[in-house]
C-alpha cells in the first residue's frame, strides 16, 4: 500500500524557514518524480513544486521560485521542501504527491504551514 | 504558468449528468494528452479520478468520463449520487518538463 506522511509544518514567523519532509512507502520511491501541491485555506491546489527521479529535472512555481528547494534523498524514501522567506500567502495545507507520467497518482494528508507574527 | 479556468461551480439533480469544462492553452491542455482530474471531499485529500484525458485508475466508477478537444478538457459525470458532491480540480502535467498546473476546481453540489 502506497503511503506518504508528510511532517515539519507548523506555525512560523514571516521572513523564517521551515523545512518539510515525506516519507514515502509502498512503491519504489526511486523510480517516481515526487511534487509539492499547497491549498491555502478555503482555497484551491496550487502545485508548487517537483522533483524528476534523480533529481535531474526541477521544477518550481512562480510564485515560490528562488525562495523554496526542493530535494529527495532516495537512500531514505523522502522528498523535502526547504521554505526560506516566508510569507504570509504561504500559509496552506502542503502536500507531497506521487507522480507517473501525467499525473498526481498518490497524494499524502497534508502538514499545515501557518506563517504569522 | 496560468491556471488552468474551470467554472466556479455547476449543480445536478441524482441520476442526471453534469460536465465540467477546464481551459488551459497549447501549452498544457492542449500540448499533451496528460490532463488529470481529482475528486476532493471537505477535509480530505485529493484523489485521481481520470488521468492522461480519459482513463480511469482501478476502483473509480465508470460514470466518471473524461474527454479533450483542442485546448479544453472535460469531465462527466453520469448518474450523479449524492457522494459525488465535492470539489473537483484539473490538471495538465507532465514529467517532461517537471512542471505543473492546476484549474481553479469546481465545486459540484448534489441538489
Known amino acids: 500500500e502506497v503511503q506518504l506522511v508528510e511532517s515539519g509544518g507548523g506555525l512560523v514567523q514571516p521572513g523564517r524557514s521551515l523545512r518539510l519532509s515525506c516519507a514515502a512507502s509502498?512503491?519504489?520511491?526511486?523510480?517516481?518524480?515526487m511534487h509539492w501541491v499547497r491549498q491555502a485555506p478555503g482555497k484551491g491546489l496550487e502545485w508548487v513544486s517537483g522533483?524528476?527521479?534523480?533529481?535531474?529535472?526541477?521544477g518550481y512555481a512562480d510564485s515560490v521560485k528562488g525562495r523554496f528547494t526542493i530535494s529527495r534523498d532516495n537512500a531514505k524514501n523522502s522528498l523535502y521542501l526547504q521554505m526560506n522567506s516566508l510569507r504570509a500567502e504561504d500559509t496552506a495545507l502542503y502536500y507531497c504527491a506521487k507522480a507517473r507520467v501525467g499525473e498526481f497518482d498518490y497524494w499524502g494528508q497534508g502538514t499545515l504551514v501557518t506563517v504569522s507574527s | 504558468q496560468s491556471a488552468l479556468t474551470q467554472p466556479a461551480s455547476v449543480s445536478g439533480s441524482p441520476g442526471q449528468s453534469i460536465t465540467i469544462s477546464c481551459t488551459g492553452s497549447?501549452?498544457?491542455?492542449?500540448?499533451?494528452?496528460?490532463v488529470s482530474w481529482y475528486q476532493q471531499h471537505p477535509g480530505k485529500a485529493p484523489k485521481l479520478m481520470i488521468y492522461?484525458?480519459?482513463n480511469r485508475p482501478s476502483g473509480v466508477s465508470n460514470r466518471f468520463s473524461g474527454s479533450k478537444s483542442g485546448n479544453t478538457a472535460s469531465l462527466t459525470i453520469s448518474g450523479l449520487q449524492a457522494e459525488d458532491e465535492a470539489d473537483y480540480y484539473c490538471s495538465s502535467y507532465t514529467s517532461f518538463n517537471t512542471l505543473g498546473v492546476f484549474g481553479g476546481g469546481t465545486k459540484l453540489t448534489v441538489l
Open positions: 509502498g512503491f519504489t520511491f526511486e523510480d517516481y518524480a
Open positions: 492522461d484525458v480519459s
Open positions: 522533483i524528476s527521479w534523480n533529481s535531474g529535472s526541477i
Open positions: 497549447s501549452s498544457d491542455v492542449g500540448g499533451y494528452n496528460y
